[in-house]
């Protein structure tokens, strides 16, 4: 079971059907940002999920944004280091809807950049209807500071940062 957590959870986002979210993670009455900062072509790449706001443990991994070089990009769940889990491996198709907003060409839920640093080494991702939260970072390692700034980008969009998890590895 543990092993299939491992697809991290923003294969939720990527996978779940955008009419069946039956909880939500965030206040929806709150106002969601997108970062106007976010920038496709930079952000590609992998990126390592940190934290995430969830109510089951949060499993190390890490996520690939593969950009197109005009308005799509897909998003491609990887295994963490060493597992064996017989993962689905398959990139799901986004196209860019908005600043730091993507939405599926299928029946994924959307994905929303909320904030980026400068130099796109660390970003909180979630979405409007608030079926995730997560911190992601280039590196398994997260400096102090820019985690509590990430945290801090959480909250402001409606999170419940006592509902926010570390890692596992």
Same mark, same amino acid.
């Given at each position: 079971m543990k092993r299939v957590a491992a697809a991290l959870l923003l294969a939720i986002a990527a996978c779940a059907p955008s009419g069946e979210v039956s909880s939500t993670l965030r206040d929806v009455s709150v106002p969601i940002t997108s970062s106007t900062r976010f920038d496709a072509a930079r952000f590609a790449g992998d990126w390592h999920l940190v934290a995430a706001i969830s109510p089951f443990a949060v499993p190390a991994g890490a996520t690939r944004f593969s950009f197109d070089g005009?308005?799509?990009?897909? &998003?491609?769940?990887? $295994?963490?280091? +060493?597992?064996?889990?017989?993962?689905? +491996?398959? @990139? &799901? $198709?986004?196209?860019?809807? +908005? @600043?730091g907003q993507m939405t599926a060409l299928g029946a994924a839920l959307p994905i929303w950049v909320l904030w980026v640093d400068e130099d796109h080494r660390t970003a909180v991702i979630g979405n409007p209807q608030g079926s995730f939260g997560q911190i992601i970072n280039r590196t398994p390692a997260l400096r102090a500071d820019r985690f509590r700034a990430a945290a801090e980008v959480l909250k402001f969009n409606g999170y419940d940062l006592r509902e926010l998890k570390a890692v596992t590895p």
């Amino acid at each position: 079971m543990k092993r299939v957590a491992a697809a991290l959870l923003l294969a939720i986002a990527a996978c779940a059907p955008s009419g069946e979210v039956s909880s939500t993670l965030r206040d929806v009455s709150v106002p969601i940002t997108s970062s106007t900062r976010f920038d496709a072509a930079r952000f590609a790449g992998d990126w390592h999920l940190v934290a995430a706001i969830s109510p089951f443990a949060v499993p190390a991994g890490a996520t690939r944004f593969s950009f197109d070089g005009m308005e799509r990009i897909s &998003v491609q769940t990887l $295994p963490a280091e +060493g597992d064996t889990a017989d993962l689905d +491996g398959r @990139p &799901v $198709p986004y196209r860019l809807s +908005g @600043p730091g907003q993507m939405t599926a060409l299928g029946a994924a839920l959307p994905i929303w950049v909320l904030w980026v640093d400068e130099d796109h080494r660390t970003a909180v991702i979630g979405n409007p209807q608030g079926s995730f939260g997560q911190i992601i970072n280039r590196t398994p390692a997260l400096r102090a500071d820019r985690f509590r700034a990430a945290a801090e980008v959480l909250k402001f969009n409606g999170y419940d940062l006592r509902e926010l998890k570390a890692v596992t590895p």
